[in-house]
């Protein structure tokens, strides 16, 4: 049994969110940004105005080139005006482009930083509930989803319905109302057809991304069990539990796919009905002499300008919804409660050899189950406190509470008098340095794994880290020396060297508090011995919580405690609770007859520390 929570293998669903209120939570992003905007909006606004004029030059060139051919005359500024308004479109939108590049990807990247930055805030237990593979998924395509859903909303629907405003006033004014019932009709079709449609398709995609998400949580997380994977022959198992996910994401997209066909031609069925009615009225009026052809080459001309922006309206408001949908999981990371938050007035902790005290804490991962029950101790200033006790006792949950990973129920944790709850977390953290049992690295150099410690220290220092964790001499044999890269997770490091690399780093931040953490169980006998007798080096001055299970380990420190089940159950030195002959007497005792075990089991097998099982 363990003192973590229960990890959650799914995510709650996440808040659904209108375009209205996805634009709302960007307003705050954008801000910084207005001027910019507003001068894309103008060169928008020009583009279109000079997009307007191309219709009505060429309408005034043709009409101007309906005369005897004995009295043909090249109207050379109507032909100039032509080019020029037809450049102009070009050059406008292309300005509004690259004024608004900045705003896209400043905005982009200034949202997925905050949501990075949110993630590192959330508690541990978010953390442990969290599937990697799944939130870097979402933390990705919401991101890219910003820039797309900018880019649709400014370069592409404001544009089109500014266009069809425009068009729609020069019909009315230049001819009648029946032209422009007939476009606004069509328009009007196409968009109630368009939205109803890509409203019913939204599901299939939305269940797509939420497979694409499983099936990317689950692929990490069996990449990075990798040799778990393979020591139990479970590739096809892992294959099939991936599949899974990726049947899921092939129906949905297949449906969305078949759904878009159909969206597809209802729009083409629309437009082609709106642009023939059109263009029958028009060729009707040039046959009654009401209408020139260049009449008719303009309300042509406005169709075809109509036609291919609202056949793109389609699809930009289908890749709108989706770009929501991915935004909605970006901000579900965002709307996730900050478990353990800075009071506004919290202070920043100075000390060098702090006092440490528990008093009367108590604390459940699970409000139904309480894990540590009213827990008391003080560690003095430069003192050394052991616990103690077997698997499951709450020996580990005390680091992650002086940490201030998550909130005690009730009692109080104290540095030099002061409440954790009062102090800034930046700064507490900052004056503690720990080496856990279960050291997990980057996927970097040993160098940078040890100088993350204290990322500012020169490579002296890292290196006289790295000589005191009795690690130097070892990284000096390998090809690349302090630049040999460890692996995902440090998985090309040896427990023993992953330990030594934990050690050194936690030497060179130089902290005031120093939590070891079953620091030297992955270590043989003989290195065991040397570490140990470093680390009681390196907490001569400081504040020390040693969690061990090895007793060995622990026979120096000024006081004790045997927790069980949560509760201290002895306290007092190595001597006095040997004398006491209560539960760690026990535990010495079985410890004591394990070493002797293992002695003899050496003796005997020199070559390994346990027999060969026979094959079967």
Not at 425 to 442: H, K, M
Not at 518 to 531: F, G, M, N, R, V
Request: hydrophobic letters at 45%; a neutral charge.
């Amino acid at each position: 049994m363990t003192d973590a929570p229960n990890a959650t293998p799914e995510a709650p669903p996440v808040a659904e969110r209108s375009l209205a209120a996805v634009l709302r939570e960007l307003g705050p992003f954008l801000k910084p940004y207005l001027g910019r905007i507003l001068l894309a909006m103008a060169c928008l606004v020009a583009a279109k105005l000079a997009n307007l004029g191309v219709p009505l030059v060429l309408k005034a060139l043709v009409d101007g080139l309906d005369v005897e051919p004995s009295l043909l005359m090249l109207p050379v500024g109507l032909l100039l005006a032509y080019g020029g308004a037809r450049l102009s479109v070009t050059l406008f939108t292309e300005l509004r482009g690259i004024v608004f590049a900045r705003v896209m990807a400043r905005s982009s990247r200034t949202v997925m930083l905050r949501v990075f930055r949110h993630l590192h805030a959330l508690s541990l237990r978010f953390h442990l509930n969290r599937r990697t593979g799944g939130v870097a998924r979402d933390v990705e395509r919401g991101g890219t989803a910003i820039s797309d859903l900018l880019d649709w909303t400014i370069y592409t629907i404001l544009p089109t319905l500014l266009e069809i405003t425009l068009v729609t006033a020069v019909l009315v004014w230049a001819y009648d109302w029946g032209f422009a019932a007939i476009t606004l009709g069509t328009i009007a079709v196409y968009v109630a057809w368009t939205f109803r449609v890509t409203e019913w398709r939204t599901r299939f995609y939305r269940a797509a991304v939420e497979a694409d998400t499983r099936a990317s949580a689950r692929a990490v997380d069996s990449l990075l069990n990798y040799e778990t994977v393979k020591y139990f022959n479970n590739e096809e198992h892992e294959a099939r539990r991936y599949d899974e996910h990726l049947v899921q994401m092939e129906e949905a997209s297949v449906k969305s796919l078949k759904s878009l066909a159909v969206l597809n031609l209802g729009q083409s069925a629309i437009v082609a009905i709106g642009i023939t009615a059109l263009m029958w009225r028009a060729a009707a009026g040039v046959a009654a002499g009401t209408m020139t052809i260049g009449d008719l080459v303009l309300v042509n001309a406005y169709l075809l300008q109509l036609s291919a922006p609202l056949n793109f309206l389609g699809m930009v408001y289908r890749e709108v919804k989706q770009a929501i949908t991915n935004i909605e999981r970006l901000f579900g990371l965002l709307d996730e409660a900050q478990e353990v938050r800075d009071r506004p007035d919290a202070r920043a902790l100075v000390t060098h050899q702090p006092r440490v005290e528990f008093e009367d804490v108590r604390f459940g991962y699970d409000g139904r189950r309480e894990i540590l029950h009213g827990v008391s101790f003080a560690i003095p200033p430069g003192g050394t406190l052991a616990v103690v006790g077997h698997s499951g006792s709450g020996k580990s949950t005390l680091s992650r509470l002086l940490y201030r990973f998550y909130e005690i129920q009730s009692g109080a944790i104290r540095i030099d008098g002061e409440d954790l709850r009062e102090l800034r977390q930046d700064s507490v953290r900052a004056a503690i340095g720990i080496v856990p049992q279960d050291t997990v690295l980057f996927n970097d150099s040993i160098r940078y794994n040890i100088r993350y410690g204290r990322p500012d220290a020169s490579d002296a220092e890292v290196e006289a880290a790295a000589r005191s964790a009795h690690i130097h001499d070892f990284i000096l044999t390998l090809p690349d020396g302090y630049d040999s890269e460890v692996g995902e997770r440090g998985l090309k490091l040896s427990g023993g060297e992953k330990q030594r690399v934990a050690i050194a780093r936690a030497l060179l931040k130089n902290p005031a508090i120093l939590i070891f953490d079953e620091a030297t169980s992955a270590l043989d006998s003989a290195s065991e011995q040397a570490i140990q007798d470093e680390l009681d080096r390196i907490a001569v001055g400081r504040t020390t919580l040693v969690i061990a299970h090895r007793l060995s380990t622990v026979m120096d420190a000024d006081e004790i405690l045997v927790l069980d089940q949560g509760r201290v159950v002895e306290r007092g030195s190595h001597p006095a609770l040997l004398a006491a002959n209560g539960r760690y007497a026990s535990m010495w005792r079985l410890q004591q007859q394990e070493d002797r075990s293992q002695e003899q089991r050496q003796v005997y097998f020199p070559a390994a520390t346990t027999p060969e099982l026979p094959k079967p």
